[in-house]
């Protein structure tokens, strides 16, 4: 493995792992009676002058090379208000009602929709191969549903799953859509763009909703969305899309398959999650089937 490649899969990994901190900084949160919408905009309020800085500096290092037009700023925003807007709101809501090492499992289904998606859009064939994986990865999440402690969730079980795959859906598209970009625009443009687009989106959502009333919580709230913001967003989605740049979306599957089983752990020791044996299979045979298909990509 060259040098260039060895950096790009260390920074995927390291990316990978403390985006996943964000399941547990949330369930750390609804502890302290907070809607999602309102840590989400929260979130978002936080990271936002962050990447206004870092995309201001990288748009006068970039501009005069690489100019960008507006069916590129249309575009982007469109990605970043899909990937991180919607994909950030739907795991939010999701997250109520599942357990933070389930819902890393199904948002990790992820690759295997760019798989489906590309076949339906763009004509890609699914071998025998893609297929088995396929297979496997929707057969785990079967699997885990089996676990004791999925079986004795709440009444709004089904609807959490159903929205942390929406979650999965909507990053799907975002992974897609930012495979165009990310050589064109560059890791710090394209991030902050997206990024920040989904920011405002987020928080013209709040405003409709509930006119940004978000200084009401507890200390605790703002310390941990403070935290959201800094770690597993800005800079877990630098890392993760310098990773993609430097070693493709493909490889970069593949090293964040230790974001499950990193949440998992985190969720055992941070939030006294139990997470048995059916789970546990459930997750590895998903695991398997999306570094399935990450090779074969």
Do not use: C
Request: zero cysteines; glycine letters at 8%; charged letters at 10%.
């Amino acid at each position: 493995m060259n040098q260039t490649r060895l950096i790009g899969v260390l920074i995927s990994l390291v990316g990978a792992i403390i985006f996943s901190t964000k399941s547990i900084l949330v369930k750390l949160a609804y502890r302290h009676d907070v809607d999602s919408l309102s840590l989400l905009a929260l979130r978002m309020l936080f990271a936002l002058p962050l990447y206004m800085i870092i995309g201001s500096w990288a748009n006068r290092k970039s501009k005069q090379n690489n100019p960008l037009h507006r069916k590129d700023i249309i575009a982007i925003f469109l990605i970043g208000v899909i990937g991180y807007y919607l994909a950030s709101w739907f795991d939010f809501v999701g997250l109520q009602y599942i357990s933070a090492g389930l819902e890393r499992t199904i948002l990790f289904l992820y690759p295997t929709l760019v798989v489906l998606l590309s076949a339906l859009f763009f004509r890609q064939k699914i071998t025998p191969i893609i297929l088995l994986a396929l297979v496997l990865s929707y057969s785990g999440i079967g699997i885990a549903f089996l676990d004791k402690s999925v079986a004795n969730s709440g009444a709004y079980f089904h609807f959490g799953v159903g929205m942390v795959f929406l979650a999965s859906f909507a990053y799907a598209l975002y992974v897609i859509g930012s495979g165009q970009f990310l050589s064109k625009v560059g890791t710090l443009r394209f991030t902050s763009l997206s990024m920040g687009f989904a920011a405002l989106a987020v928080l013209m959502h709040h405003g409709l909703a509930q006119g940004l009333q978000l200084w009401h919580f507890s200390t605790e709230v703002y310390l941990l969305a403070l935290a959201m913001a800094i770690f597993p967003t800005v800079v877990s989605s630098f890392l993760i899309s310098e990773g993609i740049r430097r070693i493709g979306a493909s490889r970069a599957s593949i090293v964040a398959s230790i974001g499950p089983i990193s949440t998992i752990i985190m969720a055992y020791f941070f939030l006294g999650e139990n997470f048995g044996w059916w789970q546990m299979g459930g997750t590895v045979l998903v695991i398997f089937g999306v570094m399935i298909i990450s090779v074969r990509k």
